[in-house]
């Protein structure tokens, strides 16, 4: 008889369903647990954690492919070690789910990425066992030489440091400095343990001498493991590595999904008592076909998918980095002296099509923001137009060499800033808010904000055209348009809606795709009877003058910008107004100087002032004189 699905199946009074037995992975609650398993249910423990990824990251987004490969690592230094008396750093830190899963946090993959619930990355308010919560690459030999170093000086030489770091991230001149540091200190007492998670990858191959070079090493180990038909002696010849050069202690390669020999690697790493460089050889995205199979970077990271097929549940809209993609080929295909830049980020800053059109103009760097900007200088210098395109939090890292080497020399660089402003579930370290605050101190840099696909196209061409010194482009990570027609353009200024017949009450200054909630917000004012002026200034530094011109104009300013208040748009130009002794008041909105924790753009945008409603309140409340009292719009009629 088939089984009516609709209705629940009728119990007999008094029979409660039995609960199923908890899984191995659901009985797990501390890393202690893991060391009284045996080799089977070491097996079945990973294909219970894959399974559980899987479900959990497909739902919520996240990083899955990276994770999926660093399974029966993160297992075996939980049995090793034992943390958090010995230290774990996992370098960059996307690859700590399972870490956090045998850490007891399981339960908390239902919210991950999510406001108020866990992090993406490691969080030392979550737990003891995590040490480090940055997630910029390349920073995890420095933090374990740092933590060794503190506690060898106060007498815990039992207790063992162990930095944990991909291939990607070791292509990062900071994490060179740290292995330097590490080997000039060779003797016993401060032994750190390096664990290279090598799947050859960053999002895509990694690139360099070093990945070569690791690829070498990797290749001896294949021939261990598969008996080859062919005489030894015509083997290719394998240098010693780098890392022994070095003076470190090398160990390995070891497959880095097998548990006991990683066990037994790890352990006699930690006899050695030196600083020593275990090498594991993993595959990202193992264990789930899509990953495997997805060429581009086995779904280091995905948006919400549906787990059967590793497709998006629903699908995508055109992006702003879909948008630059497409105007960058097109400028390619007129200049052949554009060329581009990319820290080992080629697809999600949107240059694949321009890598496959002109293959020999796109130069991946390695994740080296401080070289790919001096390396840019350099083109620049050598006569051609590059542009560097990096996540907006990511030019931090290469300040310096924007100041110096770049905007001293006046070089005709532009660098485009995705991600620029709230980026959402990858929380403090990735939003993307810092870049206007230390721009606006570099003589000489111009810096423009699109407000639409139709401005992003028309300021990226004004920016390859400028040949007098560094420009800078930035727009978020979202959908992008649709276009948001001038009603007049004036000294370079885009007026955007301007009240008729009414008092120049408020000048509304949009920094870029804050123009759609500064329009809402005018027509909200308009209907308390309120003038408004809604301006786009394009280039947002330096300070247009005729923008100071228009601001004296009016009783009012309020400038609205996805970027940290300080040293932003809107502090620029109240210092131009105070400046040229214009008294009107100038109130910015903006970012709080402050780490901003993830959540939903819109959510965290509206968290931060930045919704129409808001918008609209802070400009009625603070004019002077005529409309005191609170703000409430008035419900529409
Ligand atoms: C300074 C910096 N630049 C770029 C990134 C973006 N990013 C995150 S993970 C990653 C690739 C890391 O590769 P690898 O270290 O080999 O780790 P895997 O993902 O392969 O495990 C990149 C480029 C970053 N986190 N930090």
């Given at each position: 008889?088939?089984?009516?699905l ?46 559980f ?22 297992i ?11 230290v ?8 700590a ?27 030392r ?8 919560e ?28 162990v ?17 330097n ?10 032994p ?18 070093l ?39 090398y ?13 037994t ?11 020593v ?36 549940a ?12 497409e ?8 200049r ?19 890598a496959a059109?002109?293959?020999?103009r ?24 590059p542009v ?6 990511f ?11 770049v ?13 620029a ?15 206007t ?9 111009r ?30 990570k ?6 948001i ?9 885009d ?23 500064c ?7 308009q209907?308390r009877g ?52 214009i ?20 959510d ?14 802070v400009?009625?409340?603070g ?9 409430a ?5």
């Amino acid at each position: 008889m088939t089984p009516d699905l609709a209705s629940p199946v009728a119990l007999p009074t008094g029979d409660v369903p039995a609960e199923p037995p908890p899984t191995l992975l659901e009985s797990l609650t501390c890393p202690a647990d893991l060391r009284s398993l045996d080799h089977a249910q070491l097996v079945t423990l990973a294909a219970q954690i894959r399974g559980f990824l899987v479900d959990k990251v497909c739902a919520t987004g996240g990083h899955l492919g990276v994770n999926l490969g660093v399974v029966e690592l993160t297992i075996a230094l939980h049995r090793v070690f034992d943390s958090p008396r010995d230290v774990l750093v996992f370098d960059t830190g996307h690859q700590a789910y399972v870490h956090k899963i045998l850490t007891g946090r399981r339960a908390g993959f239902d919210g991950l990425r999510q406001a108020d619930a866990m992090s993406g990355y490691p969080c030392r308010a979550e737990s003891v066992h995590d040490w480090v919560e940055n997630s910029h690459a390349s920073t995890a030999l420095s933090y374990a030489d740092g933590i060794a170093k503190a506690l060898q000086l106060q007498g815990h030489s039992d207790r063992r440091v162990v930095a944990v770091v991909g291939d990607g991230a070791l292509t990062g001149g900071l994490a060179w400095e740290g292995l330097n540091n590490l080997s000039a200190d060779s003797g016993p007492g401060r032994p750190v343990i390096v664990v290279l998670n090598d799947n050859g990858r960053s999002y895509s191959p990694t690139i360099g001498g070093l990945a070569r070079h690791l690829g070498t090493l990797r290749d001896r180990y294949r021939r261990k493991a598969a008996p080859s038909t062919q005489p030894r002696a015509s083997w290719p010849h394998v240098p010693e590595t780098v890392f022994e050069h070095l003076g470190l202690a090398y160990v390995g390669p070891v497959d880095g999904h097998d548990i006991p020999a990683l066990e037994t690697r790890l352990r006699h790493a930690q006899s050695l008592n030196k600083p020593v460089v275990v090498h594991a050889v993993t595959s990202k995205g193992r264990g789930y076909q899509p990953a495997e199979n997805d060429d581009a970077d086995r779904m280091h990271g995905i948006d919400i998918l549906d787990p059967a097929t590793g497709r998006p549940a629903a699908p995508g809209k055109p992006t702003w980095t879909s948008v630059f993609g497409e105007a960058i080929t097109q400028i390619g295909a007129k200049r052949p002296d554009v060329v581009c830049v990319t820290a080992a980020m080629l697809q999600p800053v949107g240059l694949r099509t321009f890598a496959a059109r002109f293959p020999c103009r796109v130069f991946d760097v390695g994740i080296a923001e401080q070289h790919a900007v001096s390396s840019a200088a350099g083109l620049a210098m050598g006569g051609l137009h590059p542009v560097v395109c990096v996540y907006a939090t990511f030019l931090n890292r290469a300040f310096d060499q924007v100041l110096m080497d770049v905007a001293l020399h006046r070089l005709p660089v532009t660098f485009v800033l995705d991600r620029a402003g709230i980026t959402g579930p990858d929380g403090a370290s990735h939003h993307g808010m810092w870049d206007t605050s230390i721009l606006s101190v570099v003589p000489g840099v111009r810096v423009a904000a699109p407000r639409d696909p139709a401005s992003l196209r028309q300021l990226l061409h004004e920016a390859v055209d400028d040949p007098a010194g560094p420009t800078v482009i930035r727009f978020p990570k979202a959908a992008a348009g649709p276009d948001i027609p001038a009603v007049a353009r004036m000294d370079g200024l885009d007026i955007l809606h301007r009240s008729a017949a009414m008092p120049l009450d408020v000048l509304l200054v949009a920094a870029g795709v804050m123009a759609g909630p500064c329009l809402e917000a005018a027509a909200l004012l308009q209907h308390r009877g309120i003038g408004v002026t809604v301006v786009d200034p394009s280039w947002i530094i330096p300070v247009n003058p005729a923008l100071v011109h228009l601001a004296a104009r009016h009783r009012l300013v309020l400038t609205v910008e996805d970027a940290c208040r300080t040293g932003g748009m809107g502090s620029l130009l109240a210092g131009a107004c105070a400046d040229a002794a214009i008294t009107i008041p100038v109130r910015t909105l903006g970012l709080p100087r402050a780490f901003i924790q993830q959540g939903g753009r819109g959510d965290l945008l509206s968290r931060h002032g930045l919704t129409a409603e808001q918008i609209a309140a802070v400009a009625a409340t603070g004019l002077p004189d005529t409309h005191p009292g609170p703000w409430a719009p008035r419900p529409s009629t």
